[in-house]
């Protein structure tokens, strides 16, 4: 039911299901139709003009009814089609199962037969093979499932490849199963949505392959109709009778369209890849659909100043809310550290800021991100792209997946350079290869020239912070850029992180859930739960006096060192699901501190001063 309720919310893919499942009811109901004898000529009534009396499509040549003639030749072209698909699908992928899975001599002599098939164009071979076998339909469909069997088996062979090796198949042959066995019973289950997608995606070329054969006249012969041969019978009259050859050539088109279009939403459906959005195109920057828009001029003396920021992901019928409401302020070289668990917010608050979230599915529902004041969800294309790298630079969490592996790091700062710069090549590297050495790498102007897979995970870090520098930004987001570096790499980066800012006066949001890192870096920090800000003040204040229970218990789970034995404490429960959450505190199924009035209405952020908690029964005050 997933599948079908993905492909319906393929308006392509829904609109040619409905286009063929009415061609295929169409071509079942043929027998039952008022209509005329298909093979019934008269002379008489010949190339009648469409909506003429007693013929609603016109006549051929023979005076043959072309709408009974189109409806019969379209029941007989999907019947073709659907039956090469079958006998290619069902050999092809027979021969790449057992290629993959015994591999060996056996793969060897197997794929060069298919090699030696797939050297010969599709049409040239098909054509040899009913020279071979003589002109007819059942002969075309042989030759249209022979010359499809290589792609199928190539497909499989491949998928099977890698299937063959895995554990949960070592496990099979540890049972007792033989090859047939774990063949029937663990390959082909895996196998099975491979070959169901090569086939959707390729009816509509098989029934092509037959019609191209029906109309050089190897495909049907007189006085049986198929698409392909009406067509070829239609175009000698190309100029006399365009109707004749119109009508076909309209049902070839509607029929492999629609085919093509349902086969690609079969084929998102059931890819998980695919089905998850995972290789969909996102937008430039993530769309912006804002109920109350902010004032457009506003005095903002912080040189970030985000406003109740809204963030949602809206997938079919669900909406999750990932940031509810965000309120913080960065001045000029002030570290604002943001931490919480794992699938708090914080990242995607992070790429919020400069239009990063992927859209679809993500949508900014609400709120203001302002920089030097001017409001970055409003600002067009241009605007935004001269901001990020520029004023606003982004360290992202995996710098080996987000530097270009087949460009030198080098190249990739040059590129940054020269987008928001007038300068030289040269120039340009010779900045680079400065930053390089300002982020403390050795031998720069060599480690310039490798590639990101030659570096370490510490020297990649550090490409990605000198990779941020290029432009002299005033502000600086590191979304957890040390969570996967060992601790002493850690502490170098964060040492470089700390000297930078003094020197450059940088500005810097810094995403992270260790406060061992908060507490090294950060001049302020932000707690985020469930999408929410519930904490923020000064980073000594809230280490050491935190107010909300759900700050104090994260405290509570760091390691300490060196004061002896305590019991390490755990946060019982998990966060809320961001697309149903409960009423009032998030927190509260999970705090024992927690009363009917916690779950009921709004709680606001509030507080005096530097501190605020969003809390109605904040630490240090009686329940």
Not at 328 to 355: H, M, P
Not at 392 to 400: E, K
Not at 450 to 477: K, T
Not at 569 to 592: E, H, T, Y
Request: glycine share 10%; aromatic share 4%.
């Amino acid at each position: 039911m997933t599948a079908l309720k993905l492909i319906a919310r393929n308006h392509l893919a829904a609109f040619g299901g409905i286009v063929l499942l009415l061609v295929v009811a169409m071509a079942l109901l043929v027998p039952f139709l008022p209509i005329a004898d298909p093979d019934l000529t008269d002379p008489a009534n010949r190339l009648k003009r469409p909506f003429t009396d007693g013929a609603v499509l016109g006549t051929d040549h023979l005076g043959r009814d072309l709408l009974a003639r189109l409806l019969w030749g379209t029941q007989l072209s999907l019947v073709v089609g659907a039956a090469a698909a079958v006998i290619a699908a069902v050999i092809g992928s027979a021969i790449g199962i057992v290629a993959g899975y015994f591999g060996g001599r056996t793969d060897s002599l197997i794929m060069r037969g298919i090699d030696m098939l797939m050297a010969f164009p599709y049409i040239l071979l098909a054509l040899a093979i009913v020279a071979v076998l003589g002109p007819g339909l059942i002969n075309a469909l042989y030759a249209v499932a022979v010359v499809n069997i290589p792609f199928f088996a190539r497909n499989i062979r491949g998928v099977t490849v890698a299937l063959a090796h895995r554990e949960f198949v070592d496990a099979a042959r540890l049972s007792g199963m033989n090859d047939r066995q774990i063949i029937v019973s663990e390959i082909l289950p895996n196998v099975m949505p491979v070959i169901v997608i090569a086939m959707s995606t390729t009816v509509g070329w098989m029934i092509l392959e037959t019609a191209g054969l029906s109309f050089l006249g190897l495909g049907s012969q007189p006085p049986q109709a198929d698409l392909g041969s009406m067509l070829g019978e239609g175009r000698k009259l190309l100029i006399t009778a365009p109707h004749a050859s119109i009508v076909p050539g309209v049902m070839i088109f509607v029929i492999v369209m629609s085919v093509n279009l349902l086969g690609d939403g079969i084929r998102d459906a059931l890819d998980p890849r695919l089905r998850s959005g995972a290789l969909s195109r996102p937008a430039a920057a993530t769309r912006v659909d804002r109920t109350n828009n902010p004032p457009e001029t506003r005095k903002v003396d912080a040189l970030l100043k985000v406003e109740d920021l809204h963030t949602e992901f809206r997938l079919g019928s669900r909406t999750y809310r990932a940031v509810g409401g965000v309120d913080f302020e960065v001045r000029a070289g002030e570290c604002l550290g943001i931490v919480g668990e794992s699938g708090s917010g914080k990242s995607v608050t992070a790429l919020s800021l400069l239009g990063l979230v992927a859209s679809p599915p993500g949508v900014v529902t609400g709120g203001a991100v302002r920089v030097d004041g001017t409001d970055t969800l409003s600002m067009n294309g241009e605007a935004l792209r001269r901001l990020r790298g520029g004023r606003v630079a982004y360290v992202f969490q995996d710098p080996l997946a987000t530097l270009h592996p087949l460009y030198r790091v080098g190249d990739q700062m040059v590129e940054a350079i020269r987008c928001h710069r007038s300068m030289s090549k040269q120039a340009a590297w010779d900045h680079a290869v400065a930053l390089l050495e300002q982020v403390r790498i050795p031998n720069a102007a060599f480690r310039a020239k490798a590639y990101p897979h030659e570096l370490s995970g510490g020297m990649r870090q550090r490409v990605g912070i000198a990779l941020a520098l290029v432009n002299d930004p005033a502000l600086v987001i590191l979304d957890e850029p040390t969570t996967a570096l060992d601790v002493t790499v850690q502490a170098q980066v964060l040492a470089l992180l700390s000297d930078l800012r003094r020197e450059r006066n940088l500005a810097m949001v810094f995403i992270t859930h260790d406060f061992g890192v908060v507490s090294q870096l950060c001049d302020r920090v932000a707690v985020m739960y469930a999408g929410r800000i519930v904490e923020t003040g000064p980073t000594d204040d809230v280490l050491k006096t935190p107010s909300h229970p759900y700050t104090k218990r994260l405290i509570a789970c760091v390691l300490e060192l060196g004061g002896g034995r305590r019991v390490l404490s755990a946060i019982p429960g998990l966060p809320p699901p961001v697309d149903d959450l409960p009423a009032g505190c998030a927190f509260a199924p999970r705090c024992d501190k927690a009363n009917d009035q916690c779950r009921r209405g709004d709680i606001v952020l509030g507080g005096n001063g530097m501190r605020a908690v969003r809390c109605l029964q904040p630490e240090g005050l009686p329940i």
